[in-house]
């Protein structure tokens, strides 16, 4: 399916105001699997998935709730309780840009105190207006002693971030982020209703407030006041205003969402006395239009039903817009908002729900309806259920005003006629209808999780080996339990080396592989002599585990185009010791006894997975090249700067990450274009 086809295409958003993305929070994954049981069985689990683009997000969570056997209420067939609710919200879309405005710097004095006296010290103030800022509405601002502003919590950090980062404040507004101390000297002070460039402004002025070099710095943010009258859509124009500063120290300017994955930075080094810089997001962009929860089976022996007083959401009304929906919805997301992530400033009608409500939110939304255009059951002989909605009108006085956010939610049954001898799936999609403004072209995005009830509650594993090594389990034909995860690990024999797996068809990399018994499986394990033997000479990976270097094999980088892959390694958690927050790994090219060898690499990450088995990216702190040294700068970004390695040279590589870290993935981009 094309990734945008107007009017129909589906282009589904996942996004985890967390976001990367991932699976929604306390969601373990995309997809669940049970065996039939015999009889009663409470589950209470949360499965979910989500999906992104440049456009959109939506995300979706199916709570699995009872099962029940011969149930009378259900023609005494066995049934599977569930909760789904979707997400979708268009804000991910959203890019400032900044234009140096110096023609119309005019600085602007405001006298009302702030009382911010104190090194690392800040306070809230309110706003008679409500602030557009990534698709989030805002009515108070936080304001730091060090030179920025946030939107959604507390926050003094005196180092500043760069731009966009994950780390705290997010979001933020850097005016002149620096570690300041106000303490010493100056004073903060802002203004409510301030003309200028013939509009009203909001401003905060920092004003001859010392730096770490006892250098007075002045400078202020404004604030546009957003007419109702202007637009829904129109995001409110800020300006930054600099009277007198100086570049000693690193300093960061610029702007960023509310997750940390997108923003617009402005080097601090191009700045002068009487600059002026203007953040805008100046084009009309997204909206919501419909959601649709979609539920699919390919068997005979299943039914699903709605059921009827438990359907809703957010922002979400059926398509006659006299429905009155309107009470219940304002009450959901304000009982979804208190046990989420109802934080200061941030309106409540933009919060977006998060999967981890699906059984909330079906259970306790909207009013009893029956109308079949909205709501399609499906017996034994159909295949398809789904539930529709049209998103709410934001505010009817103005032309246009769909949502940047909406959900809906609804309560599934799930049931099943067959005797207690099948198995049955089921496809739960998201799907979020979206409108481009600046065209009214309408596009669609989609994510899904898959159900399984099966009866075999067992799955096969066949290991086999090349010469020159061996596994553990050695090679054979295993039964596992569905589901259950099965290590693997290589060991090749003097003379030679592990090179990787071949699992299913596909390359996997690392001695170690975890094999989920969601099916039966076929595992191959290829080792090559050190001499050579065939095979493509590529950088081989070592994990340092404190005490020595692990091989983690051969990471097979061959292009004879040239064209540089990605390939990706798992790395077990004993494997990577954390040092002072600090982990090593090493990169050497071919294997003693090769003629030759040369490959080159253009950008290596790792990633760390935390304890809610999401991957945080480690920061790149050295990389040592044998032959050239220091090659951190070739090595930090996808580009044309690459990194040459041949026959047996390294390249040591160390990241900062997080002690508490359960497991890594190494990502390494490069090529090598000679076949041995």
Same mark, same amino acid.
């Given at each position: ?10 282009? +589904? ?14 969601? *373990? ?20 998935? $989500? ?29 599977? $309780? ?87 404040? &997010? ?57 109702? =009258? ?74 699903? $039903? ?107 049954? =799930? ?25 009214? &072209? ?6 899904? $999780? ?26 054979? *034909? ?12 290589? *060991? ?47 950088? *081989? ?49 071919? =294997? ?8 080159? +690499? ?69 090529? &090598?274009?000679?076949?041995?």
């Amino acid at each position: 399916m094309n990734r945008k086809k107007a009017l129909v295409s589906f282009v +589904i958003v996942a996004m985890l105001l967390c976001g990367s993305l991932a699976f929604p929070v306390r969601a *373990t994954s995309s997809d669940w699997s049970k065996p039939r049981p015999s009889g009663y069985t409470l589950y209470d689990e949360t499965i979910g998935n $989500s999906k992104t683009d440049d456009d959109a997000s939506i995300e979706m969570g199916v709570h699995i709730g009872q099962y029940s056997e011969n149930d009378p209420a259900y023609d005494y067939n066995d049934h599977l $309780s569930l909760k789904v609710s979707a997400s979708a919200n268009t804000r991910v879309g959203i890019q400032y840009a900044v234009l140096p405005n110096d023609y119309i710097y005019d600085w602007c004095e405001v006298s009302e105190p702030t009382n911010i006296t104190s090194d690392n010290d800040g306070t809230w103030l309110d706003l008679e207006f409500t602030l557009l800022y990534y698709g989030v509405e805002y009515r108070k601002v936080w304001v730091c002693s060090n030179g920025f502003l946030t939107l959604n919590k507390t926050c003094t950090n005196a180092d500043p971030q760069s731009i966009p980062s994950t780390d705290d404040p &997010n979001p933020v507004i850097a005016v002149f982020w620096r570690d300041l101390h106000p303490e010493q000297g100056g004073s903060i002070t802002y203004g409510r209703d301030v003309y200028f460039n013939g509009e009203e402004y909001f401003v905060v002025s920092w004003n001859n407030v010392p730096d770490d070099s006892g250098t007075p710095q002045t400078f202020q943010v404004l604030i546009q006041h957003r007419q109702p =009258w202007i637009g829904y859509d129109y995001h409110n124009k800020i300006f930054f205003q600099y009277k007198s500063i100086t570049k000693s120290y690193s300093t960061t300017v610029g702007t960023e969402d509310q997750v940390g994955n997108k923003g617009t930075s402005y080097d601090y080094n191009n700045l002068h006395n009487e600059a002026c810089l203007k953040f805008d997001y100046f084009i009309a962009g997204y909206r919501l239009e419909r959601l649709i929860i979609k539920l699919t089976k390919d068997d005979g022996y299943a039914m699903i $039903s709605f059921l009827r007083p438990y359907i809703g959401g957010y922002n979400v009304i059926l398509e006659e817009y006299t429905n009155p929906f309107g009470d219940t919805f304002k009450s959901a997301i304000k009982t979804a908002a208190s046990l989420a992530l109802l934080k200061a400033g941030i309106m409540w009608k933009v919060m977006l729900i998060t999967a981890d409500l699906a059984g909330v939110l079906a259970g306790d939304l909207s009013r009893p309806y029956t109308d079949d255009e909205h709501v399609k059951d499906a017996g034994t002989s159909d295949s398809e259920a789904y539930v529709w909605a049209q998103c709410r009108v934001e505010n009817e006085s103005i032309i246009y005003c769909k949502p940047f956010d909406s959900t809906l939610a609804a309560t599934v049954e =799930w049931s099943f006629t067959d005797a207690n001898n099948k198995d049955h799936d089921l496809t739960v999609t998201a799907n979020a209808w979206y409108k481009d403004l600046s065209n009214d &072209n309408l596009y669609e995005i989609s994510t899904s $999780s898959t159900l399984n009830m099966y009866i075999s509650n067992t799955r096969q594993l066949s290991i086999s080996s090349s010469s020159g090594g061996t596994t553990d389990p050695v090679p054979g *034909t295993y039964n596992y339990g569905y589901g259950s995860s099965v290590n693997v690990t290589a *060991t090749a024999y003097s003379g030679y080396h592990f090179v990787w797996w071949w699992l299913d068809g596909g390359l996997k990399y690392g001695k170690q592989i975890t094999v989920t018994m969601d099916s039966d499986h076929t595992l191959h394990a290829y080792f090559l002599p050190n001499g050579g033997g065939g095979g493509e000479p590529c950088p *081989t990976l070592y994990a340092w585990n404190g005490n020595d270097y692990v091989d983690y094999g051969v990471i097979d980088i061959h292009n004879p185009s040239g064209e540089d892959v990605i390939r990706e390694v798992s790395i077990a958690k004993q494997d990577l010791a954390v040092e002072d927050r600090k982990a090593k790994l090493r990169l050497q090219e071919g =294997w003693e006894g090769l003629n030759f060898s040369e490959s080159v +690499i253009d950008h290596v990450k790792l990633y760390a997975i935390n304890e809610d088995g999401k991957l945080k990216l480690c920061p790149l702190t050295s990389a040592v090249h044998s032959r050239l040294g220091d090659v951190h700068e070739y090595l930090v970004a996808s580009d044309d700067v690459k990194a040459q390695i041949f026959l047996l040279e390294t390249i040591d590589l160390t990241f900062k990450v997080r002690e508490d870290s359960q497991g890594f993935v190494f990502v390494i981009e490069g090529c &090598n274009i000679i076949k041995y």
